[in-house]
Structures are given as C-alpha cells and as structure tokens.
C-alpha cells in the first residue's frame, strides 16, 4: 500500500565511488543527473561529475518532483540550476546551466509543456 504523497520522504543523498573512497553528496548541491555511454553521472556546482551506480529511471521517483525534472532520457535538472532557456528547433527548449558544458541539455518536444508547467508551481 502507499503512503499518501504527501507524506513522501524523498532521497537527501547520492554516493558515489572516488578511487577507493566513498564521497558524499547532498542532492540540494546536484545541477543535474545525466546518463552517458551507459553510465549515470551527477553533476554539481564546480563542473565536477561524479558516476554514481543508479539509473535516470530510478533516480527520477526518488527525488522531489518540486525541485527536479527530468526534461529527457538523458538528464533530470535541479531547478535551481538553471540559468537560461532558449527556443530551440521543433517547438524543444534548450537548457543551459553554468556547470556543465558536456552535452546541450535539450528539453525533449514532449516534454515542453509540463517542464513549462512545472517552472511555474
């Protein structure tokens, strides 16, 4: 049975493997997650990207939908983390935050509206 969404707890940290260290990150510090070439990465303030062992579909039901979306199948964005948007080809909106520069962060063209909808809970 499920709780009442409400009282949902949502996850406040994500580890992941530093050589043969442990490091600890709060998700109010993560930009984003992404995937690439199979791996799934977080990204924080100073550029870093970290690989951490839970995949995009997995983290997406566990973060806080009032501060994260999930705008394709590669990458979920912290709200707070994004410093511009721009009209892109087919009706897409295109993503742009100051830490991370790997890939553009496209909002894919289904996705447009509830991501417009969501900006503005």
């Known amino acids: 049975m499920l709780g009442n969404p409400v009282d949902r707890v949502y996850k406040k940290r994500y580890t992941a493997k530093v050589g043969e260290h442990l490091k600890l990150f709060n998700t109010d510090d993560v930009q984003l997650f992404y995937s690439e070439n199979k791996g799934s990465y977080l990204n924080l303030e100073n550029g870093r990207n970290y690989l951490i062992d839970d995949k995009l579909e997995a983290i997406e039901k566990e973060l806080d939908p009032a501060q994260f979306f999930r705008i394709s199948r590669q990458a979920i964005i912290n709200v ?27 909002v894919s063209r289904e996705r447009v509206k509830d991501f417009k909808n969501w900006l503005e809970k």
Not at 81 to 102: H, P, V
Request: aromatic share 8%; no cysteine.
């Open 80 to 106: 707070n983390a994004i410093d511009d948007m721009i009209s892109y080809t087919n009706s897409r909106l295109k993503i742009k935050i100051n830490s991370f520069k790997e890939m553009d962060l496209i």
